[in-house]
């Protein structure tokens, strides 16, 4: 066991909320180069637990936050559609989507969240927000690919913190009634205790809950407004982890990549009929095939079936042939506290895919039956309709 | 009284005869966070000194387990299988791993006394 932080801390990057961690005796890791909180006293099982049956406060700041800006929103919407296979022209005003940047063989450059205001004074703008380890490349990727009168403006100071789980809403409504109002995936720009926020119903963990942008100078009121409430913990990274694998979701750099496809990592939903019959996104000729025709590879659920957690770079073999040539490997995968077992996910050949299907895995060198199944582990419950 | 012992990768030795009680220190579990799953050794398994004994892995990480003595597993701590919180919980005492019968008493000599271990600790924090 190392504990590499210390000697690293001066070159690393902080969040607003840096001053609140130590306060509130989180441990401090690396990650993305930010120094960022892995976990408080709590500690990752009760964070998870936590969050799953009250609220978690999160400290995404890390993440990066940037307006696309252009004269109106059919212009800065198409200039967008140039980058995502996504519907952005057709999104309504308060709406956001999960769409992924492509490069010119279709493979992902990363997995973004698209807001079309809501605010009539922010039309021609789309609000985005991209992976920490990807800000640099996508902001450089974006910028080279905007037309001239599009215009990319990251939100360098601003925190960007989340409150998630099945009390998030009520909680954060009582200092923010507008939150109360939104579905899931919709935003809006409000007041929070008289601080101007961004506010997104939306997450990471498969629970109900927002993300809001803030300026770095108003970020630790805010966050103390919410952990005054004694529903609210604060939650770190280990946390954001287990919770968002058992909701099945992807973490850039370990589920997919630039290798990997949209089909392949079996969030092809985000391409819609009008965008897969244009065939005018980057990559499209790769992507369409493996429509057509399946992918070589596809991202699935799995699960052990003893007790063992497969981590990340397990290989995963086809039941009986763990002697023979392995199918593909886990990219995510350990203890889901709220599944109460291992849980993992990864890519294996598309005759391997069907949700059931045996497997083993080569835990530690020892082949440990497993099976196919369907993501998520945990349900999702998220809001969609305002009568829920 | 019992001989504690320890090593450098944080597993304690209770020697009582010719019999040696392993486990992880309460720095180990303290370090690793909750404990999800334990993996033993089968009974009979013969172990060289530094040699992966055990599995224990946290919500966080994998990590070895290795046999501070050579020696011949007599019996391992089944009720970690379906607790394994009891390493958290009692890391120092019911949260023990693996029991080996000795092949080389002299090898107790490498290992740290519980004041060189608490020194050692120190200059790691």
Redesign the interface.
């Known amino acids: 066991m190392s504990d590499g932080s210390s000697e690293t801390a001066a070159s690393l990057a902080t969040t607003p909320l840096h001053a609140l961690h130590v306060a509130l005796s989180a441990r401090m890791v690396p990650f993305a180069g930010y120094d960022m909180p892995v976990h408080y006293p709590l500690g990752v099982l009760g964070e998870h637990t936590h969050t799953r049956t009250k609220a978690g406060l999160f400290d995404v700041s890390h993440m990066g936050q940037a307006y696309v800006m252009g004269p109106d929103h059919q212009t800065t919407a198409q200039a967008l559609e140039g980058l995502v296979p996504s519907d952005i022209v057709g999104l309504a005003p308060g709406q956001q989507r999960y769409t992924v940047l492509l490069n010119a063989e279709g493979g992902i450059i990363d997995d973004v969240m698209v807001t079309r205001p809501a605010d009539p004074a922010r039309e021609g703008h789309l609000f985005m927000v991209v992976n920490a380890s990807r800000k640099a490349v996508d902001f450089a990727h974006m910028r080279a690919h905007l037309p001239a009168t599009v215009v990319l403006e990251p939100l360098e100071t601003h925190a960007l913190i989340a409150l998630q789980g099945p009390q998030a809403v009520a909680i954060f409504a009582q200092h923010c009634p507008a939150a109360a109002g939104l579905v899931f995936m919709t935003a809006t720009h409000a007041a929070f205790d008289g601080i101007d926020i961004h506010v997104s119903r939306s997450g990471y963990t498969g629970e109900d809950g927002v993300e809001v942008s803030v300026a770095g100078k108003d970020a630790e009121r805010l966050a103390r407004a919410l952990l005054a409430d004694e529903a609210v913990e604060p939650v770190g990274l280990g946390a954001r982890d287990s919770l968002r694998l058992e909701a099945g979701l992807c973490l850039y750099g370990n589920d997919i990549d630039e290798t990997t496809s949209p089909v392949e990592a079996s969030i092809a939903w985000v391409i819609p009929k009008h965008r897969r019959a244009a065939a005018d996104f980057p990559g499209a000729k790769r992507i369409l095939q493996e429509l057509d025709a399946g992918p070589a590879r596809k991202r699935v659920g799995i699960l052990p079936d003893g007790k063992a957690p497969a981590r990340a770079h397990t290989p995963i073999h086809a039941a009986g042939a763990a002697e023979g040539p392995a199918l593909g490997e886990v990219t995510s995968g350990g203890f889901g506290p709220t599944a109460n077992g291992p849980v993992a996910m990864g890519y294996v050949a598309r005759a391997h895919a069907k949700a059931g299907t045996a497997l083993e895995l080569m835990v530690r060198g020892k082949p440990r039956a497993a099976h196919v199944a369907r993501l998520p582990f945990t349900p999702h419950a998220y809001v969609r309709h305002a009568s829920d | 009284m019992a001989d504690l012992k320890f090593t450098k990768d944080?597993e304690w030795v209770r020697v009582d005869g010719a019999v040696a009680t392993i486990g992880i220190t309460d720095y180990?579990q303290e370090?690793?966070?909750?404990v999800?799953?334990v993996?033993l050794p089968d009974i009979g398994t013969r172990v060289g000194q530094g040699d992966e004994a055990a599995?224990v892995?946290?919500?966080?990480?994998?990590?070895e387990v290795y046999a501070p003595l050579s020696g011949e597993v007599v019996e391992v701590n089944d009720a970690l299988?379906d607790a394994p919180a009891g390493v958290n919980d009692d890391a120092m005492g019911g949260g023990w791993f693996v029991k080996i019968k000795l092949s080389d008493a002299a090898e107790l000599e490498k290992l740290m006394s519980e004041a060189d271990y608490k020194a050692y600790l120190a200059e790691?924090d």
Do not use: I, N, P, Q
């Open positions: 944080h180990a370090k690793l966070g909750d999800v799953y993996e599995v892995e946290s919500v966080k990480a994998a990590s299988a790691l």
